[in-house]
Each structure stands twice: as structure tokens, then as C-alpha cells.
């Protein structure tokens, strides 16, 4: 193969046949060798750079998508803190003292059943939360409707449910009631203004060892607490009025009050109220949910701090004692896309 390459080097070349006889043979070979392996190398090192500059971009894009999941389950679970810190009942302060914010559901994973790993019915709770984060999650298990977490919390506070297991303090917050039950419990939920979401199982035969599957099958908000299929024959439907989503903003033309009903589809929005207009209104009317601008904020000496020498003190002292969550932005698209 080599004196091949070497005669067709040569016939291809007339006028280097003088100077045949002065190269040896290793000579010769170096000469055709080493062009044969510089593309391959040149063509190595071009998809190598190419891998390394990929790599970063997806580790960058995985980094933001990370980073903005974690911002978001903040914000739910510090909207769950501020729920907790309205208890009062002594059963549930005691649970809420084994809750931890590591996670949507506010479980402690080194307490006896708190384990979040892949195929526990924890896991597959929490993917469930994180599509509804703000509602209670009712999931069933058997015979029972069961709740974890900041959600069991709630289901004692207000449901008058009695904590699984008791007061146990090296085991996760669980609460739940019997599937005849869930009527009264979503009824008590909605009428102390919280939405929940009920998961239902498959029931169906299943394989030894695995799990049943499960899926959402209604919704009870305070203003439709009626899920389809709960109410009997005998039980008088009475709805009531639908409890609205508030947002209060603020421009130069005066105060602006925004109601959302989420079971209607419609909002109303008032502007240029006075401060003691959009007092009286929160005062004498029940929400859901409690959102004020940032705009709220500025005041004529041009501070940050909302009430400071009188100016939005009214307001400031109303919505101060209710929880409520910061918007930012257009007032009535924020509002809507909550």
C-alpha cells in the first residue's frame, strides 16, 4: 500500500522525479502521511468546540427554568404561611410546628411518612399541588379522603377534623374524612373561603404491588362549592353568592377597585374612588383573595413606605389585619392572570 502511494506521488509529479533520489523512503512517507491525519484532526476539534459551547447554553437554560419553578413554589408557600399564622385552634398550632417550606405541601421529609421519592403517594400528591397550589387537595385513599401538610392544617382548623395518628410529633400533618363526609368538608372549606380540589382512584382491579391510578375529578370554589355527582336527591341546593377576587391600585385620577368573580368569568372595575369609598367597600364585602398594586406604594414625599405621613393610612390600616399578595405591572391583567 505504502510503494503504491509513493509510484502514484511520483507519476503525478514529472518534474519531482529529480528529486526522488534524494529523499529516502522514510522521507517520502512523512510527506504523505502527515497531510492524511491533519483534516481529521482539524474535523475533531471543530465538533469538540461545538459540544462545549452547547453544553453550557443547556446547563444556563435548565439553571433559569430551575430557578423561576423555585420562585413561583415560593411565593404559593409563603401565601400557606400566611394561612397558618390565622390559626387557632391548639391542635392545629401543634401541627403546624411539623411543617417545613422545603416543598408545595409543606412536608418534612425526615418525619415518618414524609418521603417525597419517586412512587410514594406523596410524590404523586404534590404534582397534583403543583397544578393547583393554592387549593386544598382532598385525595382519596379507600374509604377516606385524605390531606397532608398545610392542607391537613386547614382540614383541622376549619373542617373540624381530628389530625391522623393524633398528635404524634415524629410524624407528617395528616387529616382526612370518609368519602360519605366529603359533602360537609367541602362546605365547611368554601364557607371559610378556601377552594379545594378532589382526587379521585381508579377503581378498578390492580396488579399486586402497584399503585392505583388517580385523577382530579372536581373542584369546590367559594362561590360554586357544589362538585357534580355530591349532591342527593334529598339535599336543597342553596347557592350562594359568588365571593369575589379583589385588587385595589392606585393613579393620579384616585383610588381603583377591581373585582373578580372566577366562577362567572366577569369583573367590574371602579376608578377614581376616595380613600374612605374603597374602605367602606372592603369592609362591607367578603373576598376570596386580597391583591393590591405597587403603585399603592409611592406617595407625595416620594417614599416606599405606604401610610407614612397620612397619605393611604386608612386603607393601609384596613388591609394591614387581612392577607393579602403584591402585584405588579398592568392592575387588571396581573389580576386576571392570577
Known amino acids: 500500500m505504502q510503494r503504491l502511494v509513493v509510484k502514484s506521488f511520483m507519476a503525478s509529479s514529472p518534474l519531482l522525479l529529480s528529486l526522488v533520489g534524494l529523499l529516502n523512503r522514510s522521507t517520502i512517507l512523512r510527506l504523505r502521511v502527515a497531510p492524511l491525519l491533519r483534516p481529521i484532526?482539524?474535523?475533531?476539534?471543530?465538533?469538540?468546540?461545538?459540544f462545549s459551547n452547547e453544553v453550557p447554553n443547556m446547563l444556563r437554560r435548565t439553571s433559569k427554568l430551575k430557578v423561576s419553578c423555585e420562585e413561583t413554589d415560593n411565593s404559593h408557600i409563603k401565601w400557606w404561611r400566611e394561612k397558618m399564622r390565622m390559626c387557632r385552634k391548639p391542635s392545629s398550632l401543634q401541627l403546624i410546628k411539623r411543617l417545613n417550606d422545603s416543598n408545595l405541601l409543606g412536608l418534612d421529609v425526615t418525619l415518618k411518612?414524609?418521603?417525597l421519592k419517586e412512587g410514594t403517594l406523596n410524590l404523586e400528591i404534590l404534582q397534583?399541588?403543583?397544578?393547583?397550589?393554592?387549593?386544598?387537595?382532598?385525595?382519596?385513599?379507600?374509604?377516606?379522603?385524605?390531606?397532608?401538610?398545610?392542607?391537613?392544617?386547614i382540614l383541622v382548623e376549619h373542617a373540624g377534623l381530628n389530625p391522623c395518628g393524633g398528635l404524634r410529633s415524629d410524624s407528617i400533618p395528616k387529616a382526612?374524612?370518609?368519602?360519605?363526609?366529603?359533602?360537609?368538608?367541602?362546605?365547611?372549606l368554601t364557607r371559610n373561603g378556601f377552594s379545594a380540589c378532589i382526587v379521585e382512584e381508579v377503581q378498578a382491579p390492580t396488579q399486586a404491588r402497584s399503585r392505583k391510578g388517580r385523577f382530579i375529578s372536581g373542584h369546590a370554589h367559594p362561590g360554586s362549592p357544589y362538585v357534580f355527582g355530591l349532591v342527593g336527591a334529598d339535599h336543597d341546593i342553596?347557592?350562594?353568592?359568588?365571593?369575589?377576587v379583589i385588587g385595589i391600585s392606585w393613579?393620579?385620577?384616585?383610588?381603583?377597585?377591581?373585582?373578580?368573580?372566577?366562577?362567572?368569568?366577569?369583573y367590574s372595575l371602579e376608578d377614581g374612588l376616595t380613600e374612605e369609598a374603597v374602605v367602606t367597600k372592603?369592609?362591607?364585602?367578603?373576598?376570596?383573595?386580597l391583591f393590591l398594586h405597587t403603585s399603592l406604594r409611592h406617595n407625595s414625599s416620594g417614599t416606599r413606605r405606604w401610610g407614612e405621613f397620612g397619605e393611604g393610612g386608612l386603607v393601609w390600616g384596613e388591609c394591614n389585619g387581612k392577607p393579602f399578595e403584591w402585584i405588579d405591572g398592568v392592575p387588571i391583567e396581573d389580576l386576571l392572570l392570577k
Open 128 to 153: 397534583f399541588k403543583s397544578r393547583f397550589p393554592q387549593e386544598v387537595l382532598l385525595c382519596r385513599v379507600g374509604d377516606f379522603y385524605e390531606a397532608v401538610g398545610f392542607d391537613a392544617c
Open 41 to 50: 484532526h482539524k474535523k475533531y476539534c471543530c465538533k469538540s468546540l461545538g
Open 176 to 188: 382526612g374524612c370518609p368519602v360519605v363526609n366529603l359533602r360537609q368538608t367541602l362546605d365547611d
Open 251 to 266: 393613579s393620579a385620577k384616585g383610588y381603583c377597585f377591581i373585582s373578580v368573580l372566577e366562577t362567572m368569568k366577569t
Open 238 to 244: 342553596d347557592f350562594p353568592e359568588p365571593i369575589p
Open 113 to 115: 411518612n414524609g418521603s
Open 282 to 289: 372592603l369592609r362591607t364585602c367578603q373576598c376570596h383573595h
